[in-house]
């Protein structure tokens, strides 16, 4: 157990609806990343948030926003779904202070759109 | 800029032989180099790592020495098991804590 939560496990949806992905950080960690992971595309690295803020952009679509609240939890919003956006997503998180931390991650949502 | 390039897969291996799988990267200054491991229907889970050159970094049988020189970090394993059945992702993080990943590496083992 990573101790990173996401949920749901499970999503599905049609296209033009919005859902929101939420993931909890293991204690401890101020550091929370989202990605992204398709059969055709691999692991992609979608943001970054460090003690709320945002840290790096990776190749997030403008339909697709995501916050860390105070208590470090955070969302991921999809919105005016494509089918394409079926994927699974994943929330990482790791302590910032050093590029020695290795992410920890949590076992995904699949995100299915019909 | 940073990237990793891992080899391509499947691989299909039988019980008992050995594992490599090739890694190597391309960074601007001096990362830290991981692997991970994915088993079906889960996340990424941290195998091994090194932060610098000349580390070794080991975890259940699973070995990879960060080089420099050839800017790699190949993962190997003397004696599979069914249970190693994964995809296996190699990464490197520079400062800023930036994380860049390979495509995966499929492995299956058969008895």
């Known amino acids: 157990d990573s101790g990173v939560t996401q949920t749901p496990k499970h999503l599905i949806t049609a296209t033009g609806q919005r859902v929101t992905l939420r993931c909890s950080p293991r204690?401890?960690?101020?550091?929370v990343y989202w990605y992204q992971q398709s059969l055709d595309q691999g692991l992609q690295f979608l943001i970054q948030?460090?003690?709320?803020?945002?840290?790096a952009k990776g190749n997030i679509l403008e339909r697709f926003s995501a916050q860390q609240f105070p208590d470090l939890h955070s969302e991921l919003n999809l919105s005016s779904l494509e089918l394409g956006d079926s994927a699974l997503y994943f929330c990482?998180?790791?302590?910032?202070?050093?590029?020695?931390?290795?992410?920890?991650f949590g076992n995904g949502t699949r995100l299915t759109v019909t | 800029g940073n990237s990793v390039t891992q080899m391509e897969g499947p691989v299909t291996l039988s019980e008992e032989a050995f594992l490599t799988i090739n890694c190597t990267y391309t960074?601007?200054?001096?990362?830290?180099l991981f692997w991970y491991v994915q088993y079906p229907g889960e996340g990424l889970q941290l195998l091994l790592k090194?932060?610098?050159?000349?580390d070794k970094g080991s975890n259940k049988g699973f070995e990879a020495t960060y080089r420099k020189e050839t800017t790699s970090f190949h993962l190997e394993k003397g004696s599979v098991q069914v249970s190693d059945s994964a995809v296996y992702f190699c990464?490197?993080?520079?400062?800023?804590?930036?994380?860049?990943f390979g495509t995966g590496t499929s492995l299956t083992v058969i008895p």
């Open positions: 960074a601007t200054g001096y990362p830290s």
């Open positions: 204690s401890g960690d101020l550091s």
């Open positions: 990482a998180s790791s302590v910032r202070g050093s590029y020695n931390s290795p992410l920890h």
């Open positions: 948030y460090y003690n709320g803020e945002e840290r």
């Open positions: 090194a932060t610098k050159a000349d």
């Open positions: 990464a490197l993080s520079e400062a800023g804590n930036q994380f860049y």
